[in-house]
C-alpha cells in the first residue's frame, strides 16, 4: 500500500518561499497512475487542494492558487514538492500530500509568521 509522509519547515516568514516535500513509498510515484496531489487545511477551515502533478509531469493547479504555487516531482527520490511563493500569515496551515486523495500523509503544520 502507498505510504506518504510531508517534510518541510515549520516556521517561515512573510513573504519567503515555502518548501515543502513528500517523500512515497510502497510503490513508485512513476509506474502508479496516481494524481499526486497537495491539500491544506487552515485552522479553523475546510480542506482546500491547491494542486496535482500526475505522470508525464502533468501539473494541476487550483485557480486560486496558480501562479504562487509550483508542484515538481523528484523521481530518483520517489518524491513531489510543492513550492509556494510569497507567503502570508494566511498560508498558515496543516499541509497534506495525497495519491488520487485515497491514501493520505499525517500532515506537517506550517506557521507563517515573523
Known amino acids: 500500500q502507498v505510504q506518504l509522509q510531508e517534510s518541510g519547515p515549520g516556521l517561515v516568514k512573510p513573504s519567503q518561499t515555502l518548501p515543502l516535500t513528500c517523500t512515497v513509498s510502497?510503490?513508485?510515484?512513476?509506474?502508479?497512475?496516481?494524481?499526486w496531489s497537495w491539500i491544506r487545511q487552515p485552522p479553523g477551515k475546510g480542506l482546500e487542494w491547491m494542486g496535482a502533478?500526475?505522470?508525464?509531469?502533468?501539473?494541476y493547479y487550483s485557480p486560486s492558487q496558480r501562479g504562487r504555487t509550483s508542484i515538481s516531482r523528484d523521481t530518483s527520490k520517489n518524491q513531489f514538492t510543492l513550492q509556494l511563493i510569497s507567503v502570508t500569515p494566511e498560508d498558515t496551515a496543516l499541509y497534506y500530500c495525497?495519491?488520487?486523495?485515497?491514501?493520505w500523509g499525517h500532515g506537517t503544520q506550517v506557521t507563517v509568521s515573523s
Open positions: 495525497a495519491a488520487d486523495l485515497v491514501h
Open positions: 510502497g510503490g513508485s510515484i512513476t509506474t502508479n497512475s496516481y494524481y
Open positions: 502533478i500526475a505522470n508525464g509531469d502533468r501539473t
